[in-house]
């Protein structure tokens, strides 16, 4: 079997720059590297529900956000499949056949889903289904045969869950399914991109995101209001670099070439230099930001006003993906109930 990717993110809100050096630009080279025989990204609306039941017109409103953020970013629907998890019956199956393999105790120890429920403030009152949000990752990722996942590195706890339910699903019902690994960012900065508050991660929940769907106007706003230095008070004031979230995302994304197009500067490392040195204010740092940012939204804009203006288009490759990727699922579910042995009428 050759090699399977599935991705995904949940429907709650529009994609970030975070998610974009995350995992977005990487699914995007790893479709035009080729070297797949299937790549599914899912929207995954039943994983979203976990924690938005009580408001599901949140999740009907990001629906449509998060597909037309994938085609702006360059996935292409002739070569990656879409699909809208709650479409695809198989995985709810395979994720109640999987319940048996994981222990609640095994569940509540997920540094992941420890994470996020501290997060949203769950405490005691966690819903089942949140909790057992790993299990379902594991039935999605199965589902598919799926053995590469680009992720965000905060996801690593999630894929080594699958690995183990996999493991054990093996080891009772005989070898059926594989296991996977992750498809990381090699950037250690890009892997869990900062708020622009300086909050250890952007956050769709925190609104400390630039969003790919921002209006020039909107990302100038927040570049300007991006932390800095508390302490470089004045122009003249030697400058701290580390824990200052513009040259943190300058790391992450600009070349030298721009460095040099949009400053007095010839490199990155210069301007740092500069900026530790003292003589160099946080306005003017910020505006090559805003404008390094721009080269990369422009064209994402641009793409999106596309499919913006063509929903039947939009409404047409997320019918036929899910079609497909419900026909894949099937056959997986088929061989997991072979393997346990409640085939029937087979």
């Known amino acids: 079997m050759g090699n ?19 995992s977005l630009r990487n699914r995007v080279k790893l ?15 039943s994983q979203a ?39 695809v019956n198989a995985l709810t199956t395979l994720t109640y056949y999987y319940m048996n393999l994981v222990t609640v105790s095994r569940l509540q120890r997920n540094p992941t889903i420890k994470t996020e429920i501290k997060l949203r403030g769950f405490d005691e009152s966690v819903p089942a289904g949140f909790l057992s949000y790993p299990v379902s990752q594991a039935a999605d990722i199965t589902g598919f045969n799926a053995n590469i996942i680009p992720v965000g590195d905060d996801q690593l706890p999630l894929l080594e869950q699958t690995n183990e339910i996999v493991r054990s699903f093996n080891r009772i019902y005989g070898e059926t399914l594989r296991e996977c690994e992750a498809y990381l960012e090699k950037d250690e900065k890009a892997q869990r991109l900062p708020g622009i508050d300086g909050n250890a991660k952007m ?13 020039p106007e909107e990302v100038y706003k927040k570049v300007m209001s991006m932390y800095t230095d508390p302490d ?3 122009i003249e004031d030697p400058g701290k670099v580390e824990g200052n979230m513009v040259f943190t995302y300058l790391d992450v994304f600009a070349t030298d070439e721009q460095i040099s197009k949009y400053s007095d500067f010839s490199s990155l490392e210069e301007m740092k230099n500069q900026y530790r040195s003292g003589g160099l204010g946080d306005v003017k740092i910020k505006k090559v930001l805003y404008e390094v940012l721009e080269e990369l939204l422009e064209p994402i804009r641009e793409k999106r006003k596309y499919y913006e203006e063509h929903m039947d288009e939009v409404e047409k490759i997320l019918k036929e993906g899910t079609e497909k990727a419900i026909s894949k699922a099937n056959e997986t579910l088929a061989n997991v109930k072979k393997a346990i042995g409640i085939d ?3």
């Open 232 to 234: 470089h008070i004045k």
């Open 49 to 87: 529900l976990t924690d938005n039941f009580d408001n599901p017109k949140k999740i009907q409103d990001n629906l449509h956000e998060v597909i037309l953020d994938y085609l702006s970013v360059g996935l292409n629907p002739e070569k990656v499949t879409f699909f809208i998890q709650s479409e």
């Open 203 to 215: 956050s769709k929940s925190l609104g400390n995101g630039i969003y790919l769907a921002d209006t």
């Open 344 to 346: 029937y009428f087979e």
């Open 4 to 22: 399977i990717i599935l991705t995904g993110d949940r429907p709650t809100g529009r994609l970030h720059l975070g998610h974009y050096v995350g």
């Open 31 to 45: 479709q035009n590297e080729g070297n797949y025989d299937e790549m599914y990204v899912m929207i995954a609306d």
